[in-house]
C-alpha cells in the first residue's frame, strides 16, 4: 500500500525530540537542536531522515516478518545460534527491493539536499537511528552501521538498504536481547546528513560529564585529525581537552584544566579511488605534534556541549566535526549519557586501593573506570578469533569496535594498544561496569596469553596493566549518612589524575596539594635544566628533554603549560573552596633525580636540612625556575581562572626569609592580596612557633606539618627505622607546640589548619586538635570519612563539656574542665 511522501521522509528542521518514536533518538536529537539551539550558536549540518514507517514499509514489501521471527524464535529456543540468525536475518534485507515510493521519496530529498548546497551529488553520511535507542536508561551506540562520504542516489539508496541490515547484526541482536527489547518493536530510522569535510581538518567527541567520575564540573573533548570515526572505534589516540564549565560564560578566562595531546597516528579521510569511500592514511609529523583544536574553538564547542546539556536536563555524549574547507564546527549527533547519570543516583562511592604500591607496571594507558581487576590475559587480535575467549578473562587486543560487545560482557578486565577514553572500548567498558585500561600501545605484544595479571584503574587518569596477582582493597562509602562539623575538613591531593574521583566528598576544599608530586610525575624534568638549556652538557639529558617538549619552542612554557594545568585540575573538582597549593618542597638530592638536574644541585650530607623550601626560592642556583613556578600559579587563578588557588610557603625558617620570598612572588605577579591572593606559610619548624606573631603579620594562614615539626622538636629522623618508636606526633612536647600556635595565631587573627599524617592515623590527635580550636584538618582521601566521623563525635563531646560546664557556673558549681577548646 503506497504511503505519501511525508510520512517516509523527515528533513531535521521539522523534527523535535518528541519524535524519537517516528525517526529515532539520533534523528529526533539534530532536528531538536536544529530548532531550538541555532540561536544560541549550535550548528548542525543539514539533512533528512527516513520515519520508522519507511522501514516497516520495506519489511513488508520485501514479507520479511515471518521469516525473521521464525529465525529469532529459533535463536531463542536453542535451535539457532547468534551468528546463524543475524546472518540470515540481514541476508533477507540485503535481498530486498525498496518499494517504489520510498524510493522516489530518498531520490528526491537527495535532490533537494543537493540543491540546498549547490553540488550535483554531495556528499553524505548516512546513520542509522533504531526507534528504541539512545535512551537515558540505556545507550545503543554503535549498534547499526554508518557510512561516510555516499554520493550518488544508487549509493545513497545501497548505503540504506545497509542501515537496514545492520538493524540485526550480531552484536545489536545481543544488546537488545541482555536488555530486553522486544526486536519486532525496533524500526530504524536512517539519517542522510551532509558530510562536513573533517577530513580535511578533524573531528571527536564531547561527553558534558567526566566520563570516569561523573564529576558534572567539566565538558570531556577528545580530537584527532580526519573523520570522527577513528576516535568513536578507538583506532586513534586523540588529544583530549577538559574545560572546566563554571568559568565558561567568563570571556576573561580560559577555563582548559587538562590539554592532552595524543599519538593521532592516522586519520580517516576520503578514498581517491577504486569502490571504497574511506582510507586510512598515516598523519605528518606535524600534525602528530599539534593539537587539532585551537583554544577558542575547543571552548566553543564546550559552550555549545553545556548548551545542549541545559536544553536536555541531562549529561550528553556529542560527536562534533570541524569543516576544513569552511573552518565552521558543527555537532553531528548527541545523545544521552548513561553510565554516570545512572551512577550518580547511587548515592555511594565505592573506593578502590591497590595495596602494593611498589610494583612495577607492565603497561600504562588510559584508565576507564576506577575498579581494578585480576584474571589471565586472553589475546584476541581479529575478531575471527573471539570464539576463543575464556569467561572471566582479561581481554587483550589491539581495539575494539561493536563485533566484540559479546565477549565484552564475559571479560573481567579489557585492556587494548590504541584509543583513548571516548573509545568504543573506553564507552562499552564503562556501560558494562568493566575496568580498561585503553591506547597503551603495546599491550598485544608484551603481554602472554595466560598470564595472570592484575589491571589497576584506581590510580587516576592513567591505568596501569601489572603481572600477577595482587592484593586490593574495596570501600563502599554511604554519602548520604556523612555528619557535618564545624571543623573544616579538607583533603591532601597530589595527583591531578585522581583529583577527579573525590569531587563526591563533602570536603571544604584540599587543605595541600603538593606540587613537587606534579613535576616529578607530569613534567620530570628539571625547570633550571629548560631555563638554561643551551648551556647544558648532559648529552642523554638534552636529548630526554628535547624529546619531552616537542611542541614547546620555548623549552619553559613546557614547564608552565604542565605545571598550571596539573594544578588548575586537583583545584577545580571544589571551586570555589579554597586549594592551597604548596610551592615546591623537593630535598637537592630528590631534584637532582629530575632530568638534567644533577648540573644544578648542591651534594648536601643532611638535604632534610639543606636546600628546600622557602630558602631555595631566592637562591641564585633556583631563582629562575621558581619564577616558572610563580607563572604557573598566576596562570591558574588569572587566566584559566581558578581563583580559588592559595599559595603556601614551605619550610620557612625566620621572618627575614619569609620576606625575601614573598618580595620574589610580587616581581613575578603574585603579590598577597592582589586579586585576592592568599599566602600561607608551613609550621614545621620550632621558629614558626616560637614567633609566631612575626609570621602572622606576613601570612594569611598557618598550616601545620606534623612530620617535620615532629621530627625537629624531638630530634629524630622521621625515615629512621631505629628511633621510630621515638617518633611520636602525640608525644607532649609536640603538642604543647601546636596548641601554642593555635591560640597565639587565633589572637593575631589568623587562621591554623594541619596537613600532616597524624590526624589520619592517631584518632586521639584527631579529638586533641578539635580541643584546641583547630580551623581545618587536611587528611588523605583513604580516611577522610573515618576521620570525619571522628570529629564530628569529638566535637558533639566538646559541645557537652561546654554545656555542662555552663550549668555548673550558673548554679555555681565547678569551672569549666581546662582542656575545654577555645571557641572561634
Known amino acids: 500500500m503506497p504511503h505519501p511522501d511525508n510520512s517516509l521522509i523527515a528533513w531535521f528542521e521539522t523534527l523535535g525530540i518528541e519524535d524519537v518514536p517516528r525517526v529515532g533518538g539520533k534523528n529526533a536529537s539534530l532536528g531538536e537542536m536544529m530548532r531550538a539551539l541555532s540561536a544560541q550558536g549550535v550548528r548542525v549540518p543539514d539533512g533528512f531522515a527516513t520515519t520508522a514507517a519507511a522501514y516497516r514499509a520495506y519489511v513488508e514489501a520485501n514479507r520479511i516478518e515471518p521469516a525473521m521471527r521464525d529465525r529469532l524464535a529459533a535463536m531463542q529456543q536453542g535451535r539457532a545460534t547468534l551468528h546463524e540468525t543475524g546472518e540470515a536475518i540481514r541476508h533477507l534485507f540485503l535481498e530486498g527491493e525498496f518499494p517504489p515510493d520510498l524510493a522516489r521519496a530518498i531520490r528526491e530529498a537527495y535532490r533537494e539536499l543537493a540543491r540546498r548546497r549547490s553540488a550535483d551529488a ?75 569535510r573533517s577530513d580535511l581538518a578533524g573531528a571527536g567527541v564531547i561527553f558534558t560529564i567526566d566520563t570516569e567520575t561523573g564529576f558534572p564540573g567539566v565538558v570531556v573533548i577528545s580530537a584527532a585529525w580526519g573523520l570522527g570515526e577513528t576516535v568513536v572505534q578507538g583506532t586513534v589516540d586523540p588529544d583530549k581537552l577538559l574545560v ?124 576507564v573506570g576506577d575498579a581494578i581487576a585480576v584474571g589471565e590475559a586472553c589475546v584476541i587480535r581479529s575478531a575471527e578469533d573471539i570464539a576463543r575467549f575464556r ?128 613535576i616529578n610525575g607530569h613534567i620530570r624534568i628539571h625547570p633550571m635544566a629548560l631555563v638554561r638549556f643551551d648551556a647544558l652538557e648532559d648529552a642523554e639529558a638534552k636529548r630526554r628533554i628535547a624529546d619531552l617538549t616537542r611542541g614547546y619552542p620555548d623549552k619553559s612554557e613546557y614547564f608552565v603549560d604542565r605545571l598550571a594545568r596539573g594544578i588548575a585540575k586537583l583545584a577545580a573538582p ?31 650530607e643532611n638535604p632534610m636540612l639543606g636546600l628546600r623550601g622557602a630558602s631555595r626560592y631566592y637562591s641564585d642556583r633556583y631563582r629562575e625556575g621558581f619564577a616558572l613556578e610563580c607563572r604557573a600559579i598566576r596562570r591558574v587563578r588569572e587566566e584559566i581562572g581558578l581563583a580559588n588557588v592559595v599559595v603556601m610557603v614551605p619550610f620557612c625558617r625566620t621572618p627575614a626569609e619569609a620576606d625575601r620570598v614573598l618580595a620574589e612572588m610580587a616581581r613575578h605577579g603574585l603579590q598577597r592580596g592582589r586579586e585576592g591572593l592568599e599566602v600561607y606559610v608551613m609550621c614545621e619548624i620550632p621558629s614558626n612557633v616560637i614567633l609566631a606573631e612575626e609570621f602572622a603579620a606576613r601570612f594569611d594562614g598557618f598550616s601545620i606539618g606534623s612530620n617535620d615539626l615532629t621530627q625537629l622538636v624531638l630530634g629524630v629522623d622521621r625515615d629512621s627505622a631505629e628511633l621510630a618508636p621515638l617518633f611520636d606526633e602525640r608525644d607532649a612536647a609536640v603538642k604543647r607546640m601546636i596548641a601554642d600556635v593555635i591560640r597565639r595565631a587565633h589572637a593575631c587573627g589568623v587562621k591554623v589548619g594541619i596537613c600532616g599524617e597524624a590526624p589520619s592515623n592517631h584518632p586521639d590527635f584527631a579529638e586533641f586538635l578539635v580541643e584546641q580550636g583547630i580551623d581545618s584538618i587536611s587528611l588523605n582521601p583513604d580516611s577522610f570519612v573515618g576521620t570525619l566521623r571522628r570529629v564530628a563525635e569529638a566535637e558533639a563531646r566538646l559541645d557537652r563539656a561546654r554545656g555542662a560546664a555552663e550549668r555548673d557556673r550558673a548554679g555555681g558549681g565547678a569551672a569549666a574542665p581546662p582542656n575545654a577548646g577555645t571557641t572561634r
Request: net charge neutral; aromatic share 6%.
Open 122 to 196: 554531495p556528499a553524505v553520511a548516512v546513520r542509522s537511528s533504531a526507534t528504541a535507542e539512545d535512551l537515558p536508561t540505556a545507550s545503543f551506540a554503535g549498534q547499526q552501521e554508518t557510512f561516510l562520504n555516499v554520493r550518488g542516489e544508487a549509493a545513497l539508496l545501497e548505503a540504506c538498504r545497509r542501515c537496514y541490515a545492520s538493524l540485526f547484526t550480531d552484536r545489536a541482536i545481543s544488546y537488545r536481547e541482555a536488555q530486553g527489547f522486544d526486536h519486532l518493536a525496533v524500526a530504524l530510522s536512517i539519517g542522510v546528513q551532509i558530510m562536513v
Open 391 to 518: 569467561d572471566g578473562a582479561i581481554l587483550v587486543t589491539e581495539a575494539t569496535d561493536p563485533d566484540w560487545v559479546p565477549i565484552m560482557k564475559r571479560a573481567a578486565g579489557i585492556v587494548t594498544d590504541h584509543g583513548g577514553q571516548t573509545s568504543h572500548a573506553a564507552i562499552v567498558s564503562r556501560e558494562l561496569g568493566i575496568p580498561a585500561v585503553v591506547g597503551t600501545q603495546r599491550a598485544t605484544a608484551v603481554l602472554r596469553d595466560g598470564q595472570t595479571i592484575t589491571l589497576s584503574c584506581a590510580e587516576g587518569d592513567t591505568g596501569h596493566v601489572y603481572d600477577g596477582r595482587l592484593e586490593f582493597a574495596v570501600a563502599e562509602i554511604d554519602l548520604g549518612g556523612l555528619p557535618r562539623t564545624r571543623t573544616a575538613m579538607m583533603l591532601n591531593l597530589a595527583n591531578p589524575a585522581a583529583a577527579l574521583r573525590w569531587w563526591r566528598l563533602p570536603a571544604a576544599g584540599v587543605g595541600l596539594a603538593r606540587m613537587e608530586f606534579i
Open 244 to 367: 572546566f564549565k563554571p568559568l565558561l560564560d567568563d570571556p576573561r578566562r580560559v577555563p582548559i584544566v587538562e590539554k592532552t595531546r595524543g599519538g593521532k597516528e592516522r586519520k580517516l579521510v576520503y578514498a581517491t579511488g577504486g569502490s571504497a569511500r574511506t582510507a586510512l592514511e598515516e598523519t605528518t609529523r606535524r600534525e602528530r605534534e599539534s593539537f587539532v583544536l585551537e583554544d577558542a574553538e575547543a571552548l566553543r564547542l564546550a559552550r555549545w556541549a553545556v548548551a545542549v546539556e541545559r536544553h536536555y536536563g541531562r549529561p550528553m555524549d556529542l560527536e562534533w566535526a570541524k569543516d576544513g574547507e569552511t573552518g565552521e564546527l558543527f555537532i553531528v549527533q548527541a545523545r544521552p549519557e548513561t553510565v554516570q547519570a545512572r551512577r550518580a543516583q547511587a548515592g555511594t562511592l565505592r573506593s578502590w586501593t591497590l595495596k602494593e604500591r611498589r610494583a612495577r607496571p607492565l603497561l600504562s594507558g588510559a584508565a
Open 574 to 604: 571544589f571551586h570555589p573552596n579554597p586549594v592551597i597549593v604548596r610551592l615546591s618542597d623537593f630535598k637537592s638530592n630528590e631534584y637532582a633525580h629530575l632530568i638534567g638536574g644533577a648540573a644544578f644541585e648542591p651534594s648536601e
